[in-house]
């Protein structure tokens, strides 16, 4: 069968998270901080909103950009709170999750051969995604010194001719790297100056500790160059509903539509049901997990500097990306000895690109009880550290 | 000046203030963190625990914090209590308004809490007892025998779906979650 795979996917690999999810999944007692995904059931009010739209029949498809109620409560929400008008009739497409908002950009996007500059570590689909759409994805390093934050000049370095699209991730996973307004303006010269496309994902964008979030698009120039992309799964603790959304360029959107058109059709209308519901009243379910966001992130940054780990504070999203060599360990072996001896997962980082080497990233979207029984063993495993038999990567 | 976060009367002009004491960010921990020891909350609000233990002695002295009660369902209790619902009307009292009587039948054991309402009625009390003939007596007794009651109305309740936040006769929240995803 091997030979019958297309060249592209059989190159693909496997994420890097799958293997530690195969041995963590068969372990008891693990207290996981290797999940990224909000702890917090969906808010109630969302969920029952899908319950009742399920009762009232509302089990058909839906336009393909989606239901056009939904595409206005978009438009609203992107315009209060990040200052950008979209029209709902052709600049906002509702889609099966950010995941595939990106994937229906590059495919829009990208022939084969063009260059999509990304910064890394970053999330696990971004590479693979550029290469199913037969495009060639050139990592852009961030480090933990600059707090993760993407610089003009390392994009400077990394650039080479070809390169049509940029991809952003803030606030970032796995880091939680967000940049300040002058190093996004920095960015966006950039990107006028050499023609890119920019897929700036702001999926963590409502889960921002310090400051406020600024959307690249905002910047002169570039509302007419930049995909926003968002959804639902973190901010709203909606994953399992797989709904998120892209707005942009009508031209873009349409392009968009027709590959989602035969490709999915819809997003699920039951999930576009509970998403209107969450633009329209879940502010202050948001802001109440954001609270408890922010108070778990100061305990965990402080708690593992403290414990001899190298750990920024991450200005959002709910990931910490410690520096663990002080303790003479890889990363993996990092990850695989603290599961092993107490029980704590979490995942090395190069499971987000090369640059992650050095690094594991914990979640902190756990209780905190939790939390802070997991800082106390990583204490105990941080004191008593010693290399260990690690598999061989996948 | 009340200290602020202190919970004052609400119908003598004066405000029912609860934000502000959850500014204080050890009661914050208390409501919204889970049931954290005192050095784990030290170690979330970035105190020492003695810390920690002096600003929960100050909570208690000012009386914000009152106490703890665990929340049970004693519908899995074999030998379980009778609740019930009771509206009262009163008759204010010159000087003391409803206060007095409030009080006064506040301090009987059978009663879990007394609540003053705008309404049909004035007080809104929730009693429990051992057996329903326990608290028939204590309404007409106690309660509806007082000067200045003119009349009640008890409920008895049947059956609780939620209890100081927590869901009754829901399985404990076993929600799927993967250990590790991206």
């Known amino acids: 069968m091997k030979r019958f795979i297309a060249r592209h996917v059989a190159g693909l690999p496997k994420s890097g998270i799958r293997d530690f999810f195969e041995i963590v999944s068969k372990m008891k007692d693990v207290i996981s901080l290797g999940i990224g995904e909000p702890d917090f059931d969906t808010p109630w009010h969302i969920r029952e909103a899908a319950i009742y739209a399920l009762e009232k029949g509302k089990t058909h498809y839906t336009s393909n950009l989606g239901l056009i109620e939904l595409r206005r409560a978009i438009s609203r929400y992107v315009e209060q709170n990040y200052a950008l008008g979209y029209r709902p009739d052709d600049e906002v497409i509702v889609t099966v999750g950010v995941s595939e908002a990106i994937d229906l950009a590059l495919r829009a996007l990208v022939n084969p051969g063009d260059k999509v500059l990304y910064h890394q570590p970053c999330y696990v689909s971004y590479h693979p995604s550029v290469t199913l759409a037969h495009g060639v994805a050139i990592a852009v390093p961030t480090r933990a010194g600059d707090g993760f934050a993407l610089n003009a000049a390392d994009l400077e ?6 390169c049509k699209v940029l991809m952003l991730n803030l606030p970032c996973n796995p880091t939680g790297g967000t940049c300040d307004r002058a190093r996004l303006e920095g960015i966006a010269r950039f990107a006028v100056e050499k023609d890119l496309i920019v897929l700036s994902d702001e999926i963590y964008s409502e889960l921002v500790y310090d400051g406020t979030h600024t959307s690249i698009a905002v910047f002169p120039g570039m509302r007419e160059r930049t995909l926003f992309l968002h959804g639902f799964s973190k901010a709203f603790a909606m994953t399992g509903f797989r709904i998120g959304y892209a707005c942009g360029p009508a031209e873009l959107i349409d392009a968009m539509m027709k590959v989602h ?35 778990r992130r100061d305990l965990v940054v402080g708690r593992l500097n403290a414990a001899g780990l190298s750990c920024g504070s991450p200005g959002g999203a709910f990931y ?7 303790t003479g360990l ?51 495993f941080v004191n008593t550290a010693k290399p260990c038999s690690v598999p061989s990567s996948s | 000046m009340q200290p602020p976060g202190l919970f004052l009367d609400g119908y003598e002009g004066e405000v029912y203030e609860t934000i502000p004491a959850l500014m204080n960010p050890i009661l914050k921990l208390l409501v919204e963190g889970g049931h954290l020891t005192p050095a784990q909350l030290a170690q979330v609000a970035g105190l020492s625990e003695a810390e920690v233990n002096r600003q929960l002695d100050q909570l208690k002295r000012d009386r914000i914090l009152l106490g703890w ?102 399985p404990a929240g076993e929600t799927e979650i993967l250990k590790v995803s991206p």
């Not at chain 1, 370095?157 to 070809?162: D, L, R, S, V």
């Not at chain 2, 609740?83 to 409030?102: L, M, Q």
């Open chain 1, 157 to 162: 370095k990394a650039w080479q001719p070809g």
């Open chain 1, 320 to 326: 910490v990306f410690p520096n663990v060599t002080s």
């Open chain 1, 261 to 295: 058109q035969y490709s999915m059709l819809c997003a699920p209308i039951l999930s576009q049901e509970a998403a209107i519901e969450a633009l329209v009243r879940g502010e202050d379910s948001v802001k109440s997990m954001r609270d408890q966001y922010h108070l």
């Open chain 1, 330 to 380: 890889s990363e993996r072996e990092f990850a695989y000895g603290l599961l092993d001896a107490q029980r704590v997962a979490v995942v090395p980082g190069t499971a987000f690109g090369e640059n992650g080497r050095g690094h594991v990233r914990a979640s902190f979207a756990t209780g905190l009880e939790h939390l802070v029984e997991a800082c106390d063993r990583i204490e105990r």
């Open chain 2, 69 to 170: 009660r665990p929340v049970l369902d004693l519908s899995k209790e074999t030998v379980s209590a009778v609740r019930a619902v009771i509206e009262v009307k009163i008759t204010p009292e010159r000087g003391g308004g409803f206060d007095r009587i409030a009080e006064r039948l506040s301090r009987f054991d059978e009663v879990e809490s007394c609540f003053l309402m705008s309404g049909g009625y004035d007080l809104l009390i929730f009693v429990n007892g051992p057996s329903l003939q326990k608290l028939a007596g204590f309404v007409s007794e106690k309660l509806a025998t007082l000067e200045g009651v003119v009349s009640t109305s008890t409920h008895f309740i049947l059956r609780s779906y939620k209890e100081g936040t927590f869901l009754m006769g829901v």
